[in-house]
């Protein structure tokens, strides 16, 4: 008999459900939610098996320019003689560098600057500018005036000549400072050293995917590291005052490191 009265009593809360939600009541969800079959429940699926690998790629390319780093240093017993004497040397060496085929839209002020210039009172050779630590015996000397430019070499077959014609049209004030040789276009050889570090990267992910008995598949994320922009090469001065003229040594070079993660099959 109970066991007839339970199937009974079951029989009624169903119908019950079944009436309420063809009422549209708030009882109808929760009974309907108690009822529901356990086929209907979400289902997880794992995440895919992956494997990463790093790879690194390398380019290089002759040198197309070459960066000449030259200036004026100048000191007078008085700034406005100072100043003077700066611009005419200036002027002596920005009309060798034209005349020595730089354009003027390669011809950059890097630097310019006025200080007054001590001497210690023993007669020490080392002078010091008025911002540095002195002695209170130390005797003014005058001003020194520099500027320093930036000429870029477009053919770089002409460096020798244009370093010759910057040291010497100024006299005594000329400064050379430094040469670097470098390419117009660096992200030319970026975009070769990434494919190549792509492709490294990739290959190193398939021998590992084969290497555990499965397939490569789609590529999930890639991260690339910056490595600085390609580097240039940079000549010593004193190289310029033999014969030959050395011109483009070495090549320039440019390295980029890609992590690269994808799915297994």
């Known amino acids: 008999m109970r066991s007839v009265r339970s199937a009974l009593s079951v029989r009624s809360v169903s119908a019950l459900a079944l009436a309420l939600a063809a009422l549209g009541l708030p009882g109808a969800p929760a009974v309907a939610a108690r009822t529901a079959p356990a086929a209907h429940r979400a289902v997880v699926a794992p995440a895919p098996a992956t494997v990463s690998a790093t790879g690194t790629g390398r380019a290089s390319a002759a040198p197309d320019m070459a960066v000449l780093t030259a200036g004026i240093e100048v000191t007078r017993p008085t700034m406005g003689k100072a100043l003077t004497d700066r611009s005419a040397a200036a002027e002596a060496l920005l009309a060798a560098a034209r005349a020595a085929g730089v354009a003027e839209r390669d011809i ?44 870029t070499i477009r053919d770089i077959g002409k460096t020798g000549a244009v370093v010759r014609a910057v040291a010497d049209a100024p006299g005594d004030a000329s400064r050379i400072h430094s040469v670097t040789f470098d390419v117009e276009d660096p992200e030319t050889l970026r975009a070769e050293a990434r494919t190549s570090a792509y492709q490294d990267a990739r290959d190193k992910a398939a021998q590992h995917a084969r290497l555990n008995g499965r397939g490569l598949g789609r590529l999930i994320s890639r991260e690339e590291r910056d490595s600085g922009r390609p580097r240039p090469v940079p000549v010593p001065v004193a190289s310029f005052s033999k014969e030959p003229v050395p011109v483009a040594p070495g090549r320039i070079r440019d390295e980029v490191s890609v992590t690269a993660v994808y799915e297994l099959r």
């Open 108 to 151: 950059r002020t890097a630097n310019l600057a006025l200080s007054a210039v001590y001497r210690n009172r023993d007669g020490a050779p080392d002078q010091h500018d008025a911002t540095d630590p002195r002695g209170k015996d130390a005797l003014f000397v005058g001003h020194r005036a520099t500027q320093m430019f930036s000429l």
